[in-house]
């Protein structure tokens, strides 16, 4: 039991960070439109996250989400990966 908390405490939450620039949805949209995706893109980071979520106040405090409400206007969590305890 005790290797399984300390697995969870060290292991991170972040799998991957994406820029908002380069990340879109599969909808077809006119050039004019992906245009303004493009440059307004780095505004917005997407965050997928996995395993099993420890609380949010260890989420939030110290990781790469914290930078990232600093600094983004929007933050998008992907949680497909995440699994309920």
Known sequence: ???FICEQ???????????GGSR?????RLRQDMAVLEKQ?????????QGGLPPVSRISRGTALELELG??????LDM?????S
Do not use: A, C
């Open 1 to 3: 039991m005790f290797l």
């Open 9 to 19: 405490l060290s292991s991170t939450v972040i799998r991957r960070k994406l820029d």
């Open 24 to 28: 879109f949805s599969k909808r077809v």
């Open 41 to 49: 893109g780095p505004q917005t980071v997407i965050l997928e996250l």
């Open 71 to 76: 600094k983004r206007r929007y933050v998008v």
């Open 80 to 84: 497909r990966r995440v699994q309920s």
